[in-house]
């Protein structure tokens, strides 16, 4: 059985949406689940170069797997444990109200799924699509204003989503989030950033996202005898 993944989009180790992504993961643990984290920074790939490669069968891309001064392109990775996971959540800052390069290079990167599903030669049946993988998605913003502050990147979330047949099914946007001081000064947000992660982590450990069996899970789970145990 697969785990829910957490994408870390931030190029900042520890920073403010690492740190809201830790207190997620927590949430989840307590419940008894686990939340494995996938920073985007530790993987090495380049963005879309618009080849037009993917565009006929089987869709490969072909910078997967590329060696370019002996940095391994290892976006297929990332989009295997996307696949894999019946859970996603991704938290990324917001910066100049968009999401940061090294992400968009991934986002980019789905251009062969949307090949696929777009270039299906008429009368080829296709394969069964799993359900609909449930997304929450976690973005922060230094800025303490801005009525479309979030708009422009949960658009183009949704489109990012929507070849990997995942769909954003909660959001937490924040503002004014600056540095982690602001976060740990903010004991509400932290609080609340947990049990949202303990809440669907209890969603989990009941059999109600589909994909996740709660009997491998590390923990006894939610309403069960016992402490939880840390993923």
């Known amino acids: 059985m697969s785990n829910p993944v957490a994408l870390l989009c931030s190029p900042h180790p520890n920073g403010v949406s690492d740190s809201i992504a830790r207190l997620v993961a927590e949430g989840v643990a307590e419940a008894g689940a686990c939340l494995q984290t996938v920073a985007l920074r530790d993987y090495t790939f380049e963005g879309c170069i618009d080849c037009g490669g993917c565009t006929k069968p089987p869709h490969k891309c072909t910078l997967a797997g590329r060696n370019s001064g002996g940095n391994i392109d290892r976006a297929e990775e990332i989009f295997?444990?996307?696949?894999?996971?019946?859970?996603?959540?991704?938290?990324?800052?917001?910066?100049?109200?968009?999401?940061?390069?090294?992400?968009?290079?991934?986002?980019?990167?789905?251009?062969?799924?949307?090949?696929?599903?777009?270039?299906?030669?008429?009368?080829?049946?296709?394969?069964?699509?799993?359900?609909?993988?449930?997304?929450?998605?976690?973005?922060?913003?230094?800025?303490?204003?801005?009525?479309?502050?979030?708009?422009?990147?949960?658009?183009?979330?949704?489109?990012?989503?929507?070849?990997?047949?995942?769909?954003?099914?909660e959001t937490r946007l924040l503002r004014g989030l600056e540095k982690v001081k602001d976060l740990e000064e903010r004991p509400a947000v932290r609080a609340a950033l947990r049990a949202w992660g303990h809440d669907w982590g209890c969603r989990l450990m009941a059999g109600k996202v589909p994909g996740y069996d709660p009997s491998t899970a590390p923990g006894p789970g939610c309403g069960k005898d016992g402490a939880s145990s840390p993923c």
């Not at 090949?115 to 913003?141: E, F």
């Open 80 to 169: 295997s444990l996307i696949e894999a996971a019946p859970l996603l959540f991704i938290s990324a800052p917001i910066y100049f109200y968009s999401l940061p390069a090294h992400f968009k290079a991934l986002i980019d990167r789905t251009q062969r799924f949307w090949a696929a599903q777009n270039h299906t030669p008429a009368g080829k049946p296709t394969l069964p699509r799993a359900p609909i993988k449930p997304t929450l998605v976690s973005l922060v913003a230094g800025r303490p204003r801005g009525k479309l502050l979030f708009s422009g990147s949960l658009l183009t979330l949704r489109y990012f989503l929507s070849p990997l047949n995942a769909t954003i099914s």
